[in-house]
């Protein structure tokens, strides 16, 4: 059987991304990731005691699905500011358009963005 055409395979992973953060999302919106035994606790938070750049993720998806954006940020500012640009490059992966910062260098500098913002929230 062939390949599929990159354009298609580009809105079928788009399209499956989007169902599976859809049902994450109802995930978190129908079970509060405040309230014990719902979600496993973070690994590095427990070795460590330090918050990783992910602590928060999901009380900052439950305040957004709450409508309470202050909440969010102050949970999780980093994810509440990912989400436009992935949303923007998941608009262009379902016009069948390369995603957005694809690149060797725009994954190095994301990655820098993690490391710095898991210092800085410890910190501060």
């Known amino acids: 059987m062939p390949a599929p055409h990159p354009t298609r395979r580009r809105t079928l992973e788009a399209w499956s991304g989007a169902l599976l953060f859809t049902a ?43 409508g ?21 490059s998941w608009l262009r992966a379902v016009r069948g358009r390369p995603p957005v910062l694809t690149s060797v260098r725009a994954g190095a500098a994301a990655l820098a963005v993690l490391l710095l913002w898991g210092v800085l929230r410890n910190l501060f």
């Open 24 to 66: 994450l999302t109802v995930l978190v919106a129908l079970h509060d990731p405040e309230a014990p035994g719902h979600y496993p606790s973070c690994p590095f938070r427990t070795l460590t005691g330090l918050s990783c750049p992910g602590c928060g993720t999901l009380r900052a998806l439950h305040d957004l699905t709450r």
């Open 68 to 88: 309470d954006v202050a909440a969010a940020l102050a949970h999780n500012a980093l994810f509440v500011a990912a989400l436009p640009p992935v949303l923007l």
